[in-house]
């Protein structure tokens, strides 16, 4: 099969999913997902909460993890990395990494993420993740309607046009009141700095602590226009 007609089929796939699984619940989603994919699936986590691996596990127990390591993140997020991987020994944990080290790029650039988020984050987030998604046929994520307006419409299965897959938002209709309803139920491991006030924890220096009633991803880049790093928007 020629790399046009594997991208077909995963387009239909994805088209037949996404109205198959318009009011499907997170758990059918997953199983939908596991039995199509298989071991060509992929969990991304940015390890703020053990949720959405928590959900897969209970499908797959050996599913891989997509982990971002951008080299800027909270010594708690690292934290929280070993403390999901302790607590789910079967699965597998990719840790994605961009091509040149933190120190490498600040000598050629300097802080990329003071003068240029932007592209900060293209190498430090979309490449490593485009490079690691090549391997796999479609990947889970966490995106909810309620993170902000630009995910207010998302879809629980859609074709991910920009890396080539299917991509799975099971708990894309999930209210917050739902969400930490499920981490109180099960006891979900969940990152120290959501209860310090950074509701939407992303890299140490472009995520600030966010005022008790303010918008949750207020913090994530403060006092600049962006909104988005670029992996799902």
């Given at each position: 099969?020629?790399?046009?007609?594997?991208?077909?089929?995963?387009?239909?796939?994805?088209?037949?999913?996404?109205?198959?699984?318009?009011?499907a619940?997170?758990?059918?989603?997953?199983?939908?997902?596991?039995?199509?994919f298989?071991?060509?699936?992929?969990?991304?986590?940015?390890?703020?909460?053990?949720?959405?691996?928590?959900?897969?596990?209970?499908?797959?127990?050996?599913?891989?993890?997509?982990?971002?390591?951008?080299?800027?993140?909270?010594?708690?997020?690292?934290?929280?990395?070993?403390?999901?991987?302790?607590?789910?020994?079967?699965?597998?944990?990719?840790?994605?990494?961009?091509?040149?080290?933190?120190?490498?790029?600040?000598?050629?650039?300097?802080?990329?993420?003071?003068t240029?988020?932007?592209?900060?984050?293209?190498?430090?987030?979309?490449?490593?993740?485009?490079?690691?998604?090549?391997?796999?046929?479609?990947?889970?994520?966490?995106?909810?309607?309620?993170?902000?307006?630009?995910r207010?419409n998302?879809?629980?299965?859609?074709?991910?046009?920009?890396?080539?897959?299917?991509?799975?938002?099971?708990?894309?209709?999930?209210?917050?009141?739902?969400?930490?309803?499920?981490?109180?139920?099960?006891?979900?491991v969940?990152?120290?700095?959501?209860?310090?006030?950074?509701?939407?924890?992303?890299?140490?220096?472009?995520?600030?602590?966010?005022?008790?009633?303010?918008?949750?991803?207020?913090?994530?880049?403060a006092?600049s226009?962006k909104?988005?790093?670029?992996?799902?928007?």
């Open positions: 099969m020629t790399a046009t007609d594997t991208r077909e089929r995963l387009k239909a796939l994805a088209e037949q999913g996404a109205s198959e699984l318009a009011e619940t997170a758990e059918e989603a997953l199983r939908w997902a596991v039995e199509e298989g071991e060509r699936l992929i969990v991304a986590s940015n390890m703020q909460d053990a949720v959405l691996i928590d959900l897969a596990a209970k499908v797959k127990p050996d599913v891989d993890v997509l982990f971002l390591e951008t080299g800027y993140h909270f010594a708690e997020t690292i934290g929280t990395r070993d403390a999901i991987a302790s607590t789910y020994p079967r699965i597998r944990i990719v840790n994605a990494e961009a091509e040149q080290s933190v120190a490498d790029q600040e000598a050629e650039f300097g802080l990329l993420y003071q240029q988020p932007d592209k900060c984050c293209h190498l430090r987030k979309v490449v490593p993740l485009q490079r690691t998604l090549a391997g796999y046929d479609a990947w889970v994520t966490g995106v909810r309607r309620t993170d902000a307006p630009t207010a998302t879809p629980i299965v859609q074709w991910d046009s920009r890396n080539g897959l299917v991509k799975i938002n099971p708990i894309a209709p999930w209210t917050d009141e739902q969400f930490n309803a499920y981490i109180a139920e099960h006891g979900i969940e990152n120290p700095l959501v209860t310090a006030g950074y509701p939407s924890i992303g890299c140490q220096p472009c995520t600030a602590r966010v005022a008790a009633g303010d918008d949750p991803r207020s913090g994530r880049w006092g226009a909104t988005e790093c670029g992996l799902h928007a």
